[in-house]
C-alpha cells in the first residue's frame, strides 16, 4: 500500500476492491485479571485516563489504515453495542457511532471461550477474505502499522524470541512464565541459517497481522498455544514473523499491573502524541503543565491541595484542603475531602472521598463511596458503589464488590453475576461499619504465572529459585491432558464433527501439553474402539473414523505402537478381545496398519489376544504367498 501523507480525516489509502484492511478486535479477555470489575463492565471500556479502553484501540486502528473494524463481543455485548451507538457528548459515547472509515461493525456470540472460537465465529460467518489484523480491544499504541504490513504482505507479552537474523522469522518462542532460569535451543534451528538471535528484551504487544487461514487453527492461547504449535509443527508449513519497533509505543492492558505501567508511560509522555492532552475523545480538555500534571476545565482544587507530580485531574472534581495527591488519576466529578492522600491509584469517575482517608496504589471504580478516616491497603480493588464504613482499613490486596458474583461454570472474564444490595446483610469485618459490599473471591483465578501484581512492584520473573507453591503435580497434569482430550473426541462422536475438525481441536491440546503423537493414540484408539456394536462394526468404525487415526501415524513403528494399545484395550475388554479380528481386518483395509507392522506386533507379542490373532495373520501370510506364486507364474 501507498502511505496516505495524512491521517484521521484525510482521505482513504488508495487499495485494490479485495485488498480492504480489515482489522478483528476481539473485547473478550477470557481471563479474570481484572476482576471484580468486569462482573459490570467489559475490560474494553474500562477507563483509562478517564477514557475508555476501547477507543484507544480504534484511534490506533484508524491511524494505521485500517477501512473496517469488525468487533467480536461475548459477554456485556449490549453495553459495547450501545456505548458505540452513543454519539459522542461532553465524553460520552463514542466518536465512531456514525464513522464510515473505518466503518465499525459488532458480531456477537455468547459461545465464545477462546479467541480461537471468536475467528472460528467470523469463518462460519464467512466475513474473513483476506488477511487481517488481530488485536484485543485494550490496545494502546501510537505506531503505524504500514511498514509491518508492507512485510507482511511481502513474504510484545514478555518472552524468550529465537530470530533469523536476516528474515526475522520467529523460529523458537518461550514464555518467561512460569520462571526459567534456562532456555532449551532446538539444535535443528541451525540447519540452513548462520544468524540466530536470541531476544528476551522484547514486549510483545499482541498486535497480530494475520493471513485469512489462521482462522482454522483451534487454539486457546495465542502465544503459549497457537504461535508455539505453528513453531513446532512440521506438519502446518506455517512461519511467523516478528516486525520490532524501538521508536514508538504499543501495548496491552491484559492485566492491573499493565494498567498501572501502560498509564505511568502516558503520564510521562513515553506514548506521544497519544497522552492525555491530547483529549482523544471529543468532550475532554486536558491541559499540561510542568510536572507531570493533567488538568481538565471546571477543575475545582482548594488553595492548600497539592498535585505532587503524575496527576491527571477529570472536569467538575473537587479537591478540598491539605490534600496531597501523587502519581494518580481522578476521573470526572469527584469530591475529595480535606486532608486526604492519594497515592499511585486510580479514581474512577463519581467517586466521594471524605476526609482523612488514605489510599495507596489501588483501583476505585465509579461511585465508590469512602466515608471518613478509611484506609486502603496497596494493590486494593474496590467495584462499582462500594461504601467503605469511616475509619475502617480496607486490608492489602483486597478486593470488594457490591455484586456477588453467580455459580457459573464460564472460564470467560466477565462472568454472569447476581446483586444483593440488601441493607443488614455486609459483614463490618469487609467494609466496616455502615459499609455496603461483599468480599471478593474468584476461585477461577488464572493467575499462576504472576502477572497480575495487583498494583505492586514485581521482582526479576528470571532471578528467582523459590519454588512454587500449589503448583500441579506430574500426576494432575497427566490426569487433566487425559481428561481433556478423552471429551475432545468424545465430544467431535456426539456432534459428529468432521474428522478434519477433530484434529484441528486436539492439535492445541498436543502443544499445550507437550504431547506425543502416542499419547494421542493412546487416548483415542480405546474410545473408537468402544463404538463397536453388532450394529456399527469395526469396518464401519475406521470408515467414519479412521483419518483421525491415519493423521496420527506416521511411519512402521507407529503402526506398531497402535496394535500394542489395540491389545492392550482387547485384554482389558473381553467383548473386544472377541472381534480382534475384525478389527485387524479394519485397520488392514483402512490403511492404519500395513503387513509388516502386523507381522512385526506378531513376532513380538506374547498373551491371549495374540493367539486370537493367528488366523488372521496366518491368513495374510497364505494370501503373500498366492501372491508370490502368481508372479511366478
Not at 481 to 498: F, P, Y
Not at 580 to 594: C, S
Amino acid at each position: 500500500m501507498k502511505k496516505d501523507d495524512k491521517v484521521g480525516g484525510a482521505k482513504a489509502e488508495k487499495v485494490e476492491a479485495d485488498q480492504v484492511l480489515v482489522a478483528v478486535v476481539v473485547t473478550d479477555s477470557f481471563n479474570h485479571r481484572f476482576m471484580p470489575l468486569t462482573l459490570e463492565q467489559p475490560r474494553c471500556l474500562l477507563p483509562l485516563m478517564n477514557v475508555p479502553l476501547i477507543e484507544y484501540t480504534l484511534e490506533f486502528l484508524a491511524l494505521s489504515g485500517v477501512q473496517e473494524i469488525l468487533l467480536v463481543c461475548c459477554a456485556h455485548s449490549e453495553k459495547i453495542k450501545e456505548y458505540l451507538r452513543t454519539e459522542e457528548l461532553s465524553g460520552r459515547g463514542s466518536r465512531w457511532a456514525k464513522s464510515t472509515l473505518p466503518k465499525v461493525s459488532t458480531f456477537v456470540s455468547q459461545e465464545l471461550r477462546s479467541v480461537g472460537d471468536a475467528l472460528r465465529d467470523l469463518d462460519a460467518k464467512q466475513v474473513l477474505k483476506s488477511d487481517f489484523i488481530l488485536v484485543s480491544g485494550d490496545i494502546v499504541s501510537s505506531m503505524n502499522l504500514q511498514d509491518a504490513l508492507e512485510a507482511h504482505r511481502s513474504r510484545g507479552e514478555e518472552g524468550i524470541y529465537v530470530l533469523d537474523s536476516s528474515t526475522k522469522q520467529c523460529v523458537q518462542y518461550e514464555s518467561v512464565f512460569p520462571r526459567k532460569r534456562r532456555l532449551k535451543i532446538m539444535t535443528e534451528l541451525f540447519k540452513n541459517r548462520s544468524n540466530l538471535e536470541i531476544r528476551n528484551d522484547l514486549l510483545d504487544c499482541q498486535i497480530d497481522l494475520c493471513s485469512v487461514d489462521v482462522e482454522n487453527f483451534d487454539w486457546q492461547d495465542i502465544r503459549r498455544h497457537f504461535v508455539r504449535g505453528i513453531l513446532e509443527s512440521d506438519l502446518l508449513g506455517k512461519t511467523i514473523y516478528c516486525h520490532v519497533i524501538s521508536t514508538k509505543y504499543a501495548a496491552r492492558v491484559r492485566s492491573t499491573q499493565m494498567y498501572d505501567s501502560i498509564s505511568k508511560d502516558m503520564i510521562s509522555r513515553w506514548t506521544f502524541p497519544v497522552v492525555p492532552d491530547g483529549n482523544i475523545t471529543g468532550g475532554l480538555s486536558y491541559t499540561y503543565s510542568s510536572p507531570h500534571i493533567y488538568k481538565e476545565k471546571g477543575v475545582i482544587l482548594s488553595r492548600s491541595t497539592t498535585l505532587v507530580r503524575h496527576v491527571v485531574v477529570g472536569s467538575g472534581t473537587e479537591i478540598g484542603s491539605d490534600t496531597s495527591i501523587t502519581g494518580s488519576v481522578i476521573g470526572r466529578n469527584c469530591k475529595i475531602g480535606n486532608n486526604v492522600v492519594i497515592d499511585g491509584s486510580y479514581i474512577w469517575e463519581n467517586t466521594v472521598i471524605e476526609d482523612n482517608c488514605r489510599i495507596s496504589r489501588s483501583i476505585l471504580a465509579s461511585g465508590v463511596h469512602l466515608r471518613s478516616g478509611v484506609k486502603v491497603g496497596n494493590g486494593s480493588i474496590l467495584s462499582y458503589k462500594t461504601v467503605i464504613g469511616s475509619n475502617f482499613s480496607v486490608p492489602p490486596f483486597s478486593r470488594i464488590s457490591r455484586l456477588r458474583k453467580a455459580q457459573s461454570d464460564s472460564d470467560e472474564d466477565e462472568s454472569d453475576a447476581e446483586v444483593d444490595e440488601a441493607d443488614g446483610e455486609f459483614s463490618p469485618n469487609i467494609v466496616g461499619e455502615g459499609g455496603k459490599g461483599y468480599a471478593f473471591v474468584d476461585e477461577m483465578s488464572d493467575d499462576e504465572d504472576g502477572r497480575d501484581i495487583k498494583l505492586e512492584e514485581n521482582d526479576d520473573p528470571l532471578d528467582d529459585d523459590s519454588d512454587e507453591s500449589g503448583m500441579e503435580t506430574d500426576a494432575d497434569e497427566d490426569s487433566k491432558w487425559r481428561r481433556e482430550v478423552a471429551l475432545t473426541i468424545e465430544r467431535g462422536i456426539k456432534e459428529n464433527l468432521s474428522t478434519d475438525n477433530v484434529i484441528v481441536e486436539l492439535n492445541p491440546l498436543k502443544f499445550a501439553h507437550n504431547l506425543s503423537f502416542h499419547d494421542l493414540r493412546k487416548e483415542a484408539i480405546p474410545i473408537f474402539l468402544k463404538l463397536i456394536s453388532p450394529s456399527f462394526s469395526a469396518k464401519d468404525v475406521v470408515a467414519r473414523w479412521g483419518d483421525v487415526l491415519r493423521k496420527l501415524v506416521f511411519d512402521d513403528d507407529d503402526q506398531v505402537d497402535v496394535l500394542k494399545i489395540v491389545e492392550e484395550d482387547c485384554e482389558e475388554s473381553e467383548a473386544h478381545a472377541k472381534v480382534i479380528l475384525h478389527i485387524l481386518q479394519a485397520l488392514y483395509q483402512g490403511d492404519i496398519v500395513e503387513e509388516d507392522a502386523i507381522t512385526t506386533w506378531y513376532r513380538t507379542s506374547k498373551g491371549s489376544v495374540r493367539d486370537l490373532s493367528k488366523p488372521f495373520v496366518d491368513w495374510l501370510a497364505q494370501a503373500e504367498e498366492e501372491e508370490d506364486d502368481d508372479d511366478e507364474e
